[in-house]
């Protein structure tokens, strides 16, 4: 009777390949891996240093510290008649020690000279406003501490305000 036929393709034009998913080559399917481990490799850092700045609230935020300490870590100690004084600290790659304070305007050019001697006082490049200023480097700074905490630069600025006193600004700092 009839024999039976097969309902398979019976042609026969080259080797029989299962393939998975779409039909790409196998360069295409190579430069898929190759930007998936780059995205892994260079996202997930990338990634870590935009969480880091968000969540780190630490760097650069100025902070009330003892004006004893940072005038001392200056090389130097406030002054017996100095008033209204305001010390503040900022720490993230350096440290940077702000002093602010008011004291007799007769006595500020003796107490600056007294205490950085090595110091040059200059009435240009100081900052605005400033009737004279001292900036010091690290080896005219008067420091007993040990080379591993001394501050590289030491920066005066004074300020003669109305009357018979003198607004003072010492700013520390490490490089």
Request: proline share 7%; hydrophobic share 40%; net charge negative.
């Amino acid at each position: 009777m009839g024999e039976k036929k097969s309902t398979r393709p019976t042609h026969t034009s080259g080797p029989s390949r299962w393939r998975r998913g779409p039909g790409w080559s196998r360069r295409t399917w190579i430069q898929i891996a190759v930007s998936a481990v780059g995205t892994v490799v260079l996202g997930v850092p990338v990634a870590f240093v935009v969480w880091f700045m968000f969540v780190w609230d630490g760097p650069g935020r100025s902070e009330p510290t003892d004006c004893a300490q940072a005038m001392d870590w200056a090389g130097a100690t406030l002054p017996q008649t100095s008033r209204d004084a305001r010390c503040t600290e900022a720490i993230w790659m350096d440290v940077y020690d702000h002093v602010e304070f008011r004291m007799p305007a007769n006595e500020v050019a003796g107490w600056v000279a007294g205490t950085w001697p090595a110091g040059e006082v200059e009435t240009r490049f100081c900052d605005p406003g400033a009737d004279f200023c001292v900036e010091l480097g690290e080896k005219e700074i008067a420091w007993n501490h040990g080379p591993e905490q001394s501050p590289a630069s030491v920066d005066v600025s004074v300020r003669y305000e109305g009357g018979d006193t003198a607004l003072v600004t010492v700013a520390v700092f490490t490089t």
